[in-house]
């Protein structure tokens, strides 16, 4: 290639050369066209019109896809479909070998599960050692299925139901990244849900739930009606909605008149939408009068929330999930990325296959610490609760062997609180020869790995709820915050201190402030300007008292106070700790209202159960762990209502 070089990509030989390759492809494929799953959504297809195909001059009866020779022999070279998979069907009569589905599982996914076994026409594409593709190592990402150009690999779902129709962008309600879905539907079935390559968070790239484990939606166990009943040991009754809300209400109302205003409250859910969490703490404070709101985010995000902020003076992490393509150095504490996270963790993979370092802090041995060409260069297995214990030591090493970067602290940091935190750190008792012993790791790895972060180039932190869900949480937050400050890693790409969040709205169920505390917007209930704005939109005089968190509501509830609990999407009863003492508080009340997509376990102490709406069946918005906003914009016709519906009937 040189500057000024003509380069014609349409000319009668280039047009014989490809009509070529088609033909020597089509001789070895079948010919079901019309039968096939792919048919109208076949590249292979496509590409025999593009090129004018009419005939093939080798035949059609190739040694892969016949499996009976035309004189009635039998043909060893053909392999029936692999149906071994739930979600997809492999059909190797099908494969053109272009090596595509090699390539996502490897380069993309990062789980090496696929290779090309034998040579020539003999060629096909083998999970493992020529295993079925359930009991090799494929982890059902699906990113083979969207790479193949033929039927080879095609969902199940579309061989059931057929090519779909249309389509919508939508938002993955599952864990924290936030993935983007082409939801493909055909009338009102979903065929299939497709990563959208336009998606910032996931680029195109999917895990096994996101991909596959939509099927919930359409379940035959949903409760599409709502019920109610007067006692829970009666069955229950399907009326209106109408009659449903207005018996919610009353219930409540009489609670209230006979306990007193604080005897009711709400739990709501981190995995519906902004708007709705947003509604439910606005019934709580402007409905029922009081700040009795919580959510199960704020056990796991309130560390974060309060540790960040401050540190940094914001309540999220400080880097999106394409940072990583920059890091130098990764270091994983509390967190399984690969397990909870795997699209980030396959992008995570993706960089340490470049080259990147990697330090893994977890008692646990992840599949980050091995797994196909991938190696943690420290992997400091700490004793469980001494996080903080661990984070101090990694300090001490840094700031004692002159690791710290002054500049940038000097620049961006208050030096005198530096200097206090550097005084603190560098005692003996913090050294990791002192620690050694609690945290059961040895004094030199410590020493090995603070070094790697402290100077191995641009490094990040990525942490979950090992972190987060300890009585030392918020320290251990403002630890680890503080070791990226030192060094100077903040501010740039390929650096940061990045919370992993657990479900799919974690960081928007307390951006819309669903804590007993805070308004939306982490704005303290006991602030009078907040307040007012509140006030002044809503047209009610707010109550100033910070509300019960969800163990004070089971506590008073067992004492005889707390009368009345209204939860959105949660089961507390399968999910909360101690199910004996939760199961005494919901049995101690007197009206309990669910709402839900199932019949839940905590439905068993419901007085009212009120039906929910999938992400494919309503409108919206999620708050990922980047806090980035996605639109979710399925509608998906159902009989179920918007919790809009609540404020106005309580």
């Not at 909870?340 to 990147?356: D, I």
């Not at 804590?515 to 009610?540: C, M, N, T």
């Not at 439905?603 to 708050?623: I, Q, R, S």
Request: charged fraction near 20%; proline fraction near 4%; aromatic fraction near 8%.
């Amino acid at each position: 290639v040189s500057p000024g070089i003509s380069v014609k990509t349409q000319t009668p030989r280039l047009a014989a050369i490809r009509r070529g390759v088609m033909e020597l492809y089509i001789s070895d494929h079948p010919l079901d066209c019309l039968t096939c799953a792919a048919n109208g959504d076949c590249e292979l297809q496509d590409m025999a019109g593009a090129v004018g195909l009419r005939d093939v001059r080798y035949g059609y009866d190739g040694a892969n896809h016949v499996f009976a020779r035309n004189n009635g022999e039998a043909n060893f070279d053909w392999k029936p479909k692999d149906e071994s998979n739930p979600y997809f069907s492999y059909d190797p009569s099908k494969c053109i070998v272009c090596n595509r589905c090699v390539r996502a599982c490897e380069e993309v996914q990062g789980t090496f599960a696929l290779t090309i076994s034998g040579r020539g026409f003999d060629s096909r594409v083998s999970p493992g050692m020529d295993e079925a593709f359930f009991e090799s190592e494929c982890v059902s990402c699906g990113a083979c299925v969207q790479a193949c150009p033929t039927a080879t690999l095609t969902e199940k779902s579309v061989i059931a139901i057929g090519q779909p129709e249309h389509s919508e962008v939508t938002t993955c309600a599952y864990c924290g990244v936030g993935c983007t879905f082409k939801a493909e539907m055909r009338g009102e079935e979903v065929v299939r849900l497709v990563p959208w390559k336009d998606g910032k968070a996931n680029h195109g790239h999917s895990c096994i739930k996101g991909r596959f484990a939509y099927g919930y939606a359409h379940h035959g166990d949903r409760i599409t009606e709502p019920m109610i009943r007067e006692t829970i040991d009666q069955p229950w009754r399907v009326v209106s909605w109408d009659e449903a809300l207005d018996f919610a209400a009353s219930r409540m109302k009489a609670v209230q008149e006979k306990y007193g205003r604080n005897s009711v409250g709400a739990i709501s859910s981190s995995r519906c939408t902004n708007e709705e969490t947003y509604l439910v703490q606005k019934l709580v404070r402007a409905g029922f009068g009081n700040n009795n709101i919580d959510t199960c985010a704020r056990v796991c995000h309130s560390p974060t929330g309060y540790g960040l902020n401050q540190a940094f003076g914001t309540s999220a992490g400080t880097q999106d999930f394409d940072s990583v393509d920059d890091a130098d150095v990764i270091l994983v504490i509390g967190a399984n990325p690969t397990d909870a996270h795997p699209v980030f963790g396959s992008r995570m993979k993706k960089r340490l296959r470049e080259g990147a370092k990697l330090i893994v802090i977890d008692p646990r041995r992840i599949d980050l610490v091995r797994s196909p060409h991938i190696q943690s260069d420290y992997h400091l297995p700490l004793q469980p609760g001494t996080n903080v214990a661990m984070v101090t030591a990694l300090a001490h090493v840094i700031v004692t062997e002159g690791l710290a970067n002054e500049t940038f602290i000097r620049s961006r940091c208050d030096w005198e609180e530096y200097q206090d935190w550097a005084s603190f750190v560098s005692r003996p008792e913090n050294s990791p020869e002192a620690l050694a012993s609690t945290l059961g790791v040895a004094a030199a790895d410590i020493r090995g790995a603070a070094r790697l972060y402290a100077t191995g180039g641009n490094a990040a932190i990525y942490y979950g709820l090992g972190v987060t869900e300890h009585a030392q949480g918020s320290t251990a937050v403002m630890g680890i915050a503080n070791l990226a400050m030192a060094t100077g890693n903040l501010g740039r790409r390929g650096v940061g201190v990045n919370p992993l969040r657990g479900q799919n709205n974690v960081q928007g169920s307390c951006d819309m402030g669903s804590f007993p505390h805070e308004l939306p917007g982490y704005q303290h209930i006991s602030g009078d300007k907040a307040r007012a704005v509140f006030e002044e939109d809503w047209g009610v005089k707010l109550d100033h008292e910070p509300g019960l968190r969800i163990p004070n509501m089971f506590d008073s509830a067992i004492e005889g106070l707390f009368k009345g609990l209204y939860v959105q999407g949660e089961d507390i009863l399968q999910s909360d700790p101690d199910t004996r003492h939760v199961s005494a508080a919901l049995a101690n009340m007197e009206c309990v209202i669910v709402q839900d997509l199932f019949l839940v376990e905590t439905a068993n102490y419901a007085h009212v159960f009120l039906p929910g709406a999938t992400f494919l069946e309503k409108d919206g918005t999620f708050t990922n762990a980047e806090r980035r906003i996605d639109r979710k914009s399925t509608r998906l016709n159902s009989c179920h209502t918007d919790i809009s519906r609540m404020p106005s009937s309580a």
